[in-house]
């Protein structure tokens, strides 16, 4: 690649959905799977591939952990730059890290661990040379149903919806830095919800690239989600 790759790490939260704090005060991107620590793991994922130049790590201020969860990786540093929302971490980094516009930036979930280095290389292959970028995915083969507003714990069926077209996002989603830059201050101006760099970025009226991903990179999010995501690895 003629321009450089760098990936960020957004691991500043702590991981409701998957009941928070475990019962020894690790946040979710901490606990051990398969004997390493999850965000380790995903690090790890993002250098098998030696175009990327660094993975760089935002994490909370008062994050106590990640010195020694990554110590000895190489190629690897950490900021503790974190903000309140995914949007705010990946925004500080990129100006921390002070990268060119044109250079590329992949961002990935420290709770995809299990990112298959074949799904990698196919993202970057095949956005090296687009003129906006894009992200991983799977196509939706479930049969969706939306429910009706009633509490989650009465939920009803309101429609069946139909799947054709429907993706599901994953990471590392891969843009360059001046336009994620400029997806991500707009979305703030204009408060929009960025549940995604995509999502950002199709806010300005761009397409990303749809990138075939895989089923092993799915994100730990569910507390069973540990034991199923062990048995990937």
């Not at 429910?147 to 919806?161: H, N």
């Not at 760099?197 to 069973?224: C, H, Q, Y």
Request: hydrophobic share 50%; charged share 20%; proline share 7%.
């Amino acid at each position: 690649m003629s321009d450089s790759l760098i990936a960020i790490v957004p691991a500043a939260g702590v991981g409701s959905r998957a009941s928070g704090r475990a019962a020894d005060g690790l946040p979710k991107q901490y606990r051990p799977l398969g004997g390493l620590p999850m965000l380790r793991r995903a690090v790890l994922a993002l250098l098998a591939d030696p175009r990327i130049e660094q993975v760089r790590v935002a994490v909370s201020p008062q994050d106590a952990w990640v010195a020694q969860t990554l110590a000895g990786l190489p190629r690897t540093v950490w900021r503790p730059c974190g903000g309140p929302t995914r949007a705010d971490t990946v925004a500080a980094a990129l100006e921390e890290a002070a990268l060119p516009d044109a250079s590329w930036v992949l961002v990935h979930d420290a709770a995809r661990p299990g990112l298959p280095a074949q799904a990698l290389a196919r993202l970057i292959d095949a956005c090296q040379n687009d003129a906006v970028g894009g992200l991983l995915a799977l196509p939706v083969a479930d049969t969706v149903k939306a429910a009706r507003p009633e509490a989650a714990q009465d939920a009803r069926v309101r429609a069946t919806v139909d799947r054709e077209g429907l993706w599901l996002a994953q990471t590392p989603q891969m843009f360059r830095a001046g336009l994620l830059r400029h997806a991500l201050q707009q979305a703030r101006v204009q408060a929009a919800a960025v549940t995604d760099e995509a999502s950002a970025i199709e806010a300005l009226g761009l397409a990303p690239r749809l990138v075939l991903g895989s089923a092993r990179n799915f994100k730990v999010t569910w507390p069973d989600d540990f034991a199923l995501m062990e048995k990937w690895l």
